[in-house]
């Protein structure tokens, strides 16, 4: 079974949006294992390190929320 790996901000001042149109439509999808990454409130190197150590070989990931969520989870993607 494939992993999607959804990366979001809690912070983030779209957060409501992103709750309500990724985060619970996601308990919805069938054939997928719904791992998730909130991102933590310290800076973007922790983040990407962290998020690196939980993705596999194979995982989606789905960034949902600005630039600096973006970076993280394009960073973590090459470092996996």
Do not use: C, H, W
């Not at 901000?9 to 294992?33: C, T, W």
């Amino acid at each position: 079974m494939k992993r999607l790996i959804i990366v979001y901000n809690p912070r983030s001042s779209r957060f409501a949006d992103v709750k309500k149109d990724v985060l619970a439509p996601s308990r919805e999808l069938q054939g997928y294992i719904i791992g998730k990454y909130e991102v933590a409130p310290t800076n973007l190197d922790d983040n990407i390190a962290k998020l690196a150590e939980i993705l596999k070989n194979g995982d989606l990931v789905l960034s949902a929320g600005g630039d600096a969520t973006g970076i993280i989870a394009a960073n973590a993607i090459l470092q996996s």
